[in-house]
């Protein structure tokens, strides 16, 4: 995915700023701090912040950290010996032989412990490019099974947005189930796909997968374009700004685009998450 960078008063701002435009929430972004305001007399910040910001790769939980829990888990379950010290090899627990010289035999146990090979670095640290078309046929199987789950009537396609977005739509009738109150269950479940790739496939893709179903995510941005286009001509008539309710990060980027393409028109953002909000200027 492709940065972004953003300034703002503060750090916070300006990541606020980031997610924004990005259409993410925070825990699918991740950043990087480029400048920080300085301090000034009495306390007052000099300059302004500034980040670089993208939607995060999906990555999977890294290889070692596996093993070692499978080590530890394997340990724990062998009793109070087991969980205190490793297990001894052959060679290890075989007494040393006699010196024929009268020295004290060399104790290969208290040397240091070798140092990991190339070959197991390389493990740990590899990581391998997956297609995004992959990604989308994992989280189409997923809602094909969660469909029959419910036993529901529904038809699953991936549908290529741009270059880097695909959505993957159920189609049928009967489906507000999969949608619940404000779209939260479709939230949801857009969080159990992330899971679900996770565990399928390791390795990133240049995209990301959203999901929609009956036509619930179009129908609410056209809604809130149509909604923002109308706040926006009151906004730009009575030269008042208005401030709308607070919404997630994705619906904000809805209504920054929609002024986008309005005249005399500007928006920012103000207060933390959840209760951020989108705030009409005139310009």
């Known amino acids: 995915m492709e940065w972004v960078e953003i ?4 750090v916070e701002e300006a990541k606020d700023a980031a997610l924004d435009q990005l259409g993410v929430d925070t825990v699918d972004a991740e950043f990087e701090i480029l400048e920080e305001p300085s301090r000034g007399l009495f306390g007052k910040t000099k300059g302004q912040a500034r980040v670089r910001a ?14 070692d829990r499978r080590k530890k888990s394997s340990g724990t379950g062998g009793g109070r010996n087991k969980a205190q010290r490793p297990a001894e ?15 004290r035999p060399n104790r290969r146990s208290s ?7 190339e070959k197991e670095n390389t493990t740990v640290t590899e990581t391998v490019d997956v297609d995004l078309a992959e990604h989308s046929r994992i989280v189409t199987e997923f ?14 396609e991936a549908v290529s947005i741009d270059d880097e977005t695909t959505e993957v739509r159920v189609e049928g ?25 996770h565990r399928k496939v390791s390795g990133t893709a240049a995209g990301r997968v959203r999901l929609d ?10 809604a809130l374009e149509q909604f923002t286009r109308g706040v926006a001509e009151e906004v730009r008539s009575s030269g008042v700004q208005k401030a709308l309710e607070p919404m997630g990060s994705a619906d904000r980027k809805v209504v920054h685009d929609a002024v986008n393409e309005i005249e005399g028109v500007s928006t920012i953002s103000e207060g933390d998450e959840p209760r951020r909000r989108v705030v009409l200027i005139p310009s």
């Open 89 to 103: 090899t052959a060679t290890d627990a075989a007494p040393a032989a006699p010196a024929s010289n009268g020295k």
């Open 213 to 222: 179903v009956a036509g619930y995510r179009q129908r609410r941005r056209e």
């Open 7 to 10: 300034t703002g008063r503060t």
């Open 54 to 67: 993208r939607i995060a790769p999906t990555r999977p939980r890294p290889k070692v950290e596996r093993r």
């Open 143 to 156: 809602l094909d099974g969660l469909v029959d789950s419910f036993d529901l009537e529904g038809r699953v």
């Open 111 to 117: 040397g240091p412990k070798a140092e990991p090979t």
């Open 173 to 197: 009738r009967d489906l507000g189930i999969l949608v619940g109150p404000k779209g939260n269950t479709l939230a949801a479940i857009q969080e159990l796909s992330r899971t679900v790739i």
